[in-house]
């Protein structure tokens, strides 16, 4: 007696098959977000802690002001006003750290 | 019956894909939100310390010792209206501009920095403000705060006088034969009171305080020392001394019965070395020198400037000359001796009378029949004022003037009675004298009227100056 073939078991192996693939490619994809995502992560958090660093080194340095040579400038900061202009030396300071920085001028 | 699953798990995983796809596409956006909303804070950052440099800036610069052009700038901005500077660039720091905002004598100064650069793509804007307090303004001793403000140390004679007002000489000065002084006596050398003289209020004396009578009625501030001859009582307040006490019978409290006291003391005396321009303004010179005022017995109106060239004798006192201010100050001046005989001079209007003395050596005498120079409303505040150059001098013979006489390199001598009838008020002069050297002749009254300076040449004197202390911060936000 001839047996009918059962076409749902071949197609499971293909389904599976096909799963099975779709499932390594997404996770490989996953991974790689995963892995974009904590290095992105680590280094937003990195950046704000220097922002931070920098930012106290300007309070810092504008508290030594023009004391503190090695972190300032002299120059001055003009301001306008109706055409006269108003110039005030003093000196810019930075704040560095890691890849951030930040400037602001103290008058004299 | 027969059930269909083929299919359903592809589905299942594709459905499955999607979510996931979903999920990383969430993750890949909120990560690059989060680096964008990092990189903004970065810049936000650097714009609040743009933003606060030019606050700074603003500040030092309206506390600037060397250069008052600022601070002039603002005091010439009006109350409750906003003054936006044009946009500056600061290095490595973006661009900035500033909005001023002055109410009174406070300020408020906006700060707005912009990071990378005002106008670029993700530009960050910091803001900082600043309220400000002006200075408050210095009292400062004005010379016509006084009935008598000698500016030379030889120059001060008093005879029998009844003065109200304060008396400042940077000389030694003798107070006799009942005059009386309603008012502080600041006195640069040797005080000697004598004769029923009396002071009703303060003494300060640089040198020795000699007392025969009659009384000090207030404190006496003595930083030499102090000799006492005569009557009892003659300190009515304290006496504080620095040097030491001489009396004539060893007993000092006699004198001085309120209480005496020997502090370390000092005190400045109140000199100044302010000083008006007594100089013709140039913009009515031209006008003054073009027009001669030659005053006939006929001349019953002065309403234009003009220089004096002459006065007739005439004497009629109820034919005033009226100097007529309603269509400005009237400025007149004298840059030769001239007299003003029986004369009498009335000012009506609202505005000021100048009168000019000029040239060294140039004499305005008043003398004759009740002569005066006053408001034609008697009760009115003067608004006249007497300004002499170098060398010039004033003689008021039984004559008055209302109103300011300045004449800091000058002197003036008065002279003679001033009767109470109608035409002159009784006093020699009822204002303030400022003079290198002043005689007072026995029988005159003076008295101290304290004048609107506001607009006037002497406003220099006014005893108020823009404070020197820097501009307080009150609150930062």
Not at chain 2, 13 to 36: H, K, Q
Not at chain 2, 283 to 293: G, L, R, T, Y
Not at chain 2, 406 to 432: C, E, F, K, L, W
Request: aromatic share 8%; net charge negative; charged share 15%.
């Amino acid at each position: 007696m001839k047996t009918k073939l059962n076409r749902n078991s071949g197609l499971t192996l293909i389904e599976v098959i096909v799963s099975t693939a779709l499932l390594a490619i997404l996770s490989i994809m996953l991974v790689t977000i995963m892995a974009v995502a904590t290095t992105a992560i680590k280094t937003t958090r990195e950046r704000t802690s220097h922002a931070m660093a920098a930012a106290g080194q300007i309070e810092e340095n504008k508290a030594e002001g023009s004391q503190s040579p090695a972190s300032s400038t002299t120059g001055h900061l003009t301001i306008t006003f109706g055409g006269n202009r108003y110039d005030v030396s003093g000196s810019y300071v930075s704040g560095v750290d890691g890849g951030v920085k930040y400037y602001e001028f103290v008058p004299d | 019956m027969k059930r269909h699953n083929s299919g359903s798990t592809l589905i299942m995983v594709a459905v499955m894909s999607a979510v996931a796809s979903i999920l990383a596409a969430a993750l890949i956006t909120l990560l690059l939100t989060a680096n964008i909303v990092s990189e903004k804070n970065l810049n936000a950052q650097q714009a609040y310390f743009t933003a606060r440099s030019a606050v700074d800036a603003v500040i030092a610069k309206l506390n600037d010792k060397n250069d008052a052009s600022f601070r002039e700038y603002v005091a010439s901005l009006q109350d409750d209206k906003d003054y936006t500077s044009e946009m500056g660039t600061m290095s490595g720091g973006g661009n900035y501009e500033i909005t001023l905002r002055k109410s009174g004598k406070k300020l408020k100064v906006t700060g707005r920095g912009y990071y990378p650069a005002y106008g670029a793509s993700h530009t960050a804007v910091g803001t900082v403000n600043v309220n400000l307090a002006a200075p408050e303004d210095t009292p400062t001793l004005s010379p016509l705060h006084n009935i008598i403000y000698i500016t030379g140390s030889q120059g001060l004679f008093i005879g029998t006088a009844n003065i109200t007002g304060d008396i400042v000489y940077p000389g030694s000065l003798n107070i006799s034969s009942g005059t009386v002084v309603d008012g502080n006596v600041y006195v640069g050398g040797n005080l000697n009171v004598s004769n029923g003289a009396r002071i009703e209020k303060n003494a300060y004396v640089s040198g020795d305080l000699s007392m025969a009578g009659h009384y000090i009625g207030g404190d006496a501030y003595c930083l030499g020392n102090v000799f006492f001859a005569g009557e009892s009582r003659q300190i009515r307040g304290t006496l504080y001394y620095k040097g030491y006490a001489e009396t004539a019978n060893n007993n000092l409290s006699f004198f001085a019965p309120s209480s005496v006291k020997k502090p370390d003391l000092s005190f400045d005396m109140p000199f100044t070395s302010a000083k008006a321009d007594t100089n013709l303004p140039d913009k009515v010179s031209a006008e003054v020198h073009a027009n001669p005022i030659m005053i006939t017995h006929s001349t019953a109106l002065i309403n234009k400037s003009g220089t004096i060239v002459s006065c007739d004798n005439y004497s009629d006192a109820n034919r005033p000359v009226i100097i007529d201010t309603s269509d400005g100050d009237i400025y007149l001046l004298v840059n030769r001796s001239t007299t003003l005989m029986n004369r009498q001079f009335y000012v009506k209007g609202p505005n000021h009378l100048y009168i000019y003395l000029e040239g060294n050596g140039t004499t305005l005498t008043l003398t004759g029949g009740l002569p005066v120079i006053r408001m034609y409303d008697k009760n009115e505040e003067p608004k006249i004022f007497v300004i002499g150059g170098s060398g010039t001098r004033l003689e008021l013979q039984s004559a008055e003037i209302d109103g300011v006489i300045y004449m800091p390199d000058g002197s003036i001598d008065m002279s003679g009675g001033v009767s109470d009838n109608g035409v002159q008020t009784g006093y020699a002069v009822a204002g303030s004298i400022v003079a290198n050297r002043a005689y007072i002749d026995s029988n005159l009254k003076l008295k101290f009227v304290e004048m609107n300076l506001d607009g006037t040449p002497l406003s220099v004197l006014s005893g108020k100056a823009q404070g020197t202390d820097p501009w307080q911060i009150e609150s930062w936000s």
